[in-house]
């Protein structure tokens, strides 16, 4: 197991100034409703969001998608389906996602610091984050192909 290390923020503020950021972004269904977040933090303060996080230096796809789930949601998933590869550009960050539909195997679902709410929702609130809207539509219909 690789050991991660967090950046400090110097080097965070830093870092994002020049280079994309590889995430993880993930969804977890309800029959039709998708689970969202509110975002406490830029990008995207206030917006609601999908559950996801940064790839870390060393650390697998797969090891990523469950660290995130347990650490932002606390539950324990299993990936069911890549749904692919969506891009954000913004003037605070530039991140290149994997957006990955999960099924949820043990837990209680309760969030950390990033998000101050979660709901899951059939018809996504106005401040929902735009490349995280395409994800969801991407993915619905998927699930019914």
């Excluded at 697998?60 to 995130?68: G, P, Q, V």
């Excluded at 401040?127 to 539509?137: A, D, E, G, V, Y």
Aim: hydrophobic letters at 35%; charged letters at 30%; one cysteine or more.
């Amino acid at each position: 197991m690789v050991k991660l290390r967090k950046a400090s923020q110097k080097d965070y503020d830093k870092f994002r100034k020049y280079f994309a950021f590889s995430c993880i972004d993930l969804l977890i269904f309800d029959g039709k409703s998708v689970l969202l977040t509110k975002r406490t933090k830029n990008p995207y303060k206030g917006y609601w969001h999908l559950p996801g996080s940064m790839i870390h230096k060393g650390e697998k796809i797969t090891d990523a998608i469950r660290r995130s789930a347990k650490t932002e949601l606390n539950l324990g998933v299993r990936v069911k389906k890549f749904i692919g590869v969506y891009e954000s550009l913004n003037k605070f960050r530039h991140d290149i996602s994997h957006a990955y539909i999960v099924t949820v195997q043990g837990g209680r679902l309760k969030t950390d610091y990033q998000s101050s709410a979660y709901r899951f929702f059939e018809r996504l609130p106005a401040k929902t984050i735009p490349h995280h809207r395409k994800m969801i539509r991407d993915a619905k219909t998927r699930l019914t192909a």
